[in-house]
């Protein structure tokens, strides 16, 4: 069995190739490297640069390769770009994930696993999402997600495709320095960058209906999540009957945001630096915290790392790029 893993020189991706070749699985790794990294990709897995889009390469891919099942995470990713570029993020969402699910299906493979996001949700009134939690998409960024697990169910109905659809929440951390989030779009390295500037780190409204005021959220180390795509991979490779899984991949511990940052200066060494409260942002939910059990129940996966693990990782990977934030 060969997967193709699309997006796989990415941060997410490249924890996910290294989850699964580390565990026997043959794989092969499909990016046009417009956030990816190539040096990520480990030398014996074979690097096939294109888009989603490229309906010929990804016919050949499949081909060449002998995929048999594929594990999408190719995707525009950031909310407050895709109200602003909608157009662009239909296209490079939807319209590359129908156009890799028509290779897919020309090409006989059976197992598919979609790179969701907790971002179908919108702003639920509720203490733990649960995946039956209704889903209202407040970004075009979330609906094409929610689009994208509805066609990748509807496929795999339609052509006798094992499915896994993922909704991740917030992820943070690296299984090694070299595989660290290198963007800064997250609230770990945003707060990095401005403690390290010398700058306070913001916090983004403290008078929301929680314990210490500011958001709630739910934090997953990615390399618990890779892990998790591996054990949906090996359940849609599982003789029996087609398999349509949609799984929350979260731990369904909240921390605030307060909580977060001052994690993150008591880890860094730069706890001295106080935070500062600005305005809401618009559409921030009080709180988004994952009910876990039934990833748990379905592939007996459950996250290992806790938040602590998650920011120490990150500042390495950090300090990897960034050598002269060093503290002391």
Partial sequence: MTWLITGGAGYIGAHVVRAMTGAGERAVVLDNLS???????????PLVVGSTLDRGLLDRTI????????????AKKQVAESVELPLLYYRENVQGLRTLLEAVVAGGVGR????SSAAVY?????DLVTED??????SPYGETKLAGEWLTRAAGRAHGISTACLRYFNVAGAASPELADTGVFNIVPMVFEKLTEGAAPRIFGADYDTPDGTC?????HVEDLADAHLAAARKLGERGPVRDLTLNIGRGEGVSVREMVDLIGEVTGYGDRAAEVTARRPGDPARVVAAADRITAELGWTARHDVRDMVASAWAGWLLHHPEARRG
């Fill in 63 to 74: 081909s060449e390769h002998e995929v048999t099942g594929v594990v999408h995470l190719a």
């Fill in 122 to 126: 919108g702003m639920p009134d509720v």
């Fill in 216 to 220: 709630v959220r739910d934090y997953i």
């Fill in 35 to 45: 956030t990816g990294v190539a040096e990520r990709v480990p030398e014996d897995v």
């Fill in 112 to 115: 598919f696993v979609f790179s």
């Fill in 133 to 138: 939690t209704p889903c209202v998409p407040m």
